[in-house]
């Protein structure tokens, strides 16, 4: 909590993704096979859990500012956590339906709906399926 305090939820990703990996290999080498499961639940409700609110906030800006290297991270910390994918998903949904209608809205304006002049509805169109190739 200090750590997240003090830094970004960037450097908080990375650090939980290294120290998750430390733990699997530290795990694979000293440890009896039947314990990574527990150590692995062990990880993910200290280093997740706890933090999913904030991690789920953070995680629109993300969304918003295209960091894919923070929302691959995210979503591979987060893969084992039922409850901490449906929050990325609603959260993901919910960015996306919002970004969706903006461009729409935006768009709306410019577009001449007759029929010689259809060809002014491409940067729509276009417009919409680079949001749907984010996504």
Not at 5 to 30: G, M, P, R, W
Request: aromatic content about 10%.
């Amino acid at each position: 909590n200090q750590f997240l305090q003090k830094n970004s939820i960037s450097d908080y990703l990375k650090k939980i993704e290294t120290f998750i990996n430390y733990e699997e290999n530290f795990c694979n080498k000293y440890l009896h096979i039947s314990t990574k499961p527990q150590l692995k639940r062990v990880c993910q409700e200290a280093l997740i859990d706890s933090h999913l609110t904030q991690l789920t906030q953070d995680f629109r800006h993300m969304l918003r500012d295209f960091r894919e290297d923070d929302i691959k991270r995210i979503y591979s910390l987060i893969e084992y956590s039922q409850s901490g994918m449906e929050k990325l998903g609603t959260a993901l949904q919910h960015w996306a339906t919002t970004v969706a209608y903006q461009f729409i809205r935006d768009q709306k304006e410019g577009i001449d709906y007759t029929k010689s002049q259809i060809h002014s509805a491409v940067p729509l169109v276009q417009g919409i399926l680079a949001l749907h190739r984010r996504c």
